[in-house]
């Protein structure tokens, strides 16, 4: 199968991503563009169309060499229809039958999933972390992805929603999520959200070097508040050590919820590196319960992101490689 690929893609709220990956895991060419706001479901399907095609010229590959179609998108979405019920941060997306449709342009097999559960896959099929344990990971970027994998399959549940675990209620009558619910993990662990709740602070009156980094016209970062944390800024420190209890209280639930190996941390956040992983260990160990030591290990994830279209494309080689 070596000359075989599958095509992986990253439907993005800002990009989308298109790559050709072998059954390895490995990337053998690429191709992206943005993706602009209110732009409809038939414009961004042509634009996997001529992606996907660019990607294989590139390769020298014809369309022969392609077993099959994984897209990772933002859900709602129903993997069994193929279906993106509803995708957030796309106007009007409602209902569009994008496995169908994308499928037919192509001629092949199309399997869709969650972006979450794509990048899941991914760090579990070709990350550093693979050796087959099950796994969740949280991709802790513009909101709180998640997605697990239990047996070498992604865990989809009845509603073909599970994983969504930026949406698992760390502080019951905490701050307003934009999903209707308040405490939302997303709010807390999110890098936007890291740097929404420092500014806040700041704008009722902390002090911190964010207040002059602001006020030159400064980009602030999760990073930027990291940094500062770890200089010793009292206020950035008082929200970063919030940001990796409220990680951490994630990391106890999901331990018993689902038992795995590994919770991995990704996205914008996890570039902190060390900083986050040891701080949510502290509190995770400060936290846990002492009757059995089934604690995951919490680590980084390795795949960065090209986590979505590789574990979209992985997805694809799960479902479709035997069937050539
Ligand atoms: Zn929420």
């Avoid at 002090?207 to 009292?234: F, N, P, Y």
């Amino acid at each position: 199968m070596s000359d075989y690929v599958a095509i992986g893609i990253d439907l993005g709220g800002t990009n989308l991503k298109v790559a050709l990956v072998y059954s390895t895991g490995a990337i053998v060419a690429r191709a992206a563009q943005p993706v602009e706001a209110g732009q409809q479901p038939g414009e961004i399907i042509d634009a996997m169309v001529t992606l996907s095609r660019q990607s294989l010229a590139d390769a020298h590959l014809d369309d022969s060499a392609v077993i099959g179609v994984g897209v990772g998108s933002p859900g709602p979405l129903s993997t069994s229809r193929g279906v993106i019920i509803k995708a957030a941060n796309l106007v009007g997306w409602e209902n569009v039958a994008l496995r169908d449709r994308l499928g037919k342009i192509l001629g092949k097999s199309v399997v869709l999933d969650n972006d979450g559960n794509a990048a899941a896959f991914g760090e579990y099929w070709a990350g550093n972390n693979h050796d087959g344990h099950d796994m969740v990971l949280l991709t802790l970027g513009t909101g709180v992805g998640g997605g697990v994998v239990l047996g070498g399959q992604v865990l989809r549940g009845h509603y073909e929603n599970a994983g969504e675990i930026g949406h698992t209620v760390v502080e019951p009558r905490g701050r307003a999520c934009t999903c209707g619910k308040h405490g939302c993990l997303e709010q807390y662990a999110s890098a936007s959200a890291v740097v929404r709740r420092a500014m806040e602070g700041v704008e009722t009156g902390e002090a911190s070097s964010l207040k002059a980094m602001d006020t030159q016209g400064d980009e602030i970062t999760a990073q930027t508040v990291a940094t500062l944390a770890r200089d010793g800024d009292a206020w950035c420190q008082q929200v970063w050590e919030e940001t990796c209890f409220y990680l951490a209280v994630a990391c106890i639930n999901i331990q018993h919820t689902f038992n795995p190996a590994r919770v991995i941390l990704g996205g914008g956040l996890s570039c902190a590196g060390d900083q986050l992983i040891d701080g949510v260990r502290k509190h995770f160990s400060a936290m846990s319960w002492s009757l059995y030591e089934d604690f995951p290990q919490i680590q980084l994830a390795s795949l960065g992101y090209d986590a979505g279209v590789i574990g979209a494309a992985g997805l694809a080689w799960q479902r479709f490689s035997s069937t050539n």
